[in-house]
């Protein structure tokens, strides 16, 4: 076994290394584009790609339209299987909505062309925006 592919309990990795090594993310590219982008959080400030992170430090990543936070419990380098990987951190993460409560967009059909302004009037009215039907 490769030394950096064990958990290890002391150190330091980047922390888009270790967020793909942990698999919340499925690419290291997208683990450092949402560095760059400012979704991820080392202990309650933004993390640049290449910041250190420690054993017992709070990240906070927000990644396909979720919130993650977790706990770094082990420190690992490379890629790792998913069994591995869930004892490397403690996932602190608020609970997905429910399917339900997603918005849910309207959707008109294919080749109906722009909405007119009667239609743009009843969107309206249904979403709760505009004034009710006159009298």
Not at 75 to 97: T, W, Y
Not at 101 to 118: E, F, L, M, S
């Amino acid at each position: 076994m490769v030394s950096g592919e064990a958990p290890q309990a002391t150190g330091s990795v980047r922390v888009d290394v270790w967020i793909w090594s942990v698999r919340l993310t499925k690419t290291r590219a997208q683990a450092a584009a949402a560095c760059r982008a400012g979704h991820v959080k080392v202990a309650g400030e933004r993390a640049k790609p290449a910041q250190a992170v420690r054993v017992g430090d709070e990240v906070r990543l927000r990644h396909a339209g979720r919130d993650r936070v977790v706990v770094v419990s082990k420190i690992v380098k490379k890629r790792v299987g998913a069994p591995v990987a869930a004892d490397c951190f403690i996932d602190n993460s608020p609970p997905p909505p429910p399917r339900e409560a997603a918005i849910q967009v309207p959707v008109r059909d294919r080749g109906a062309g722009r909405p007119t302004k009667r239609d743009r009037r009843e969107m309206d009215r249904l979403r709760g925006m505009g004034p009710g039907p006159t009298e």
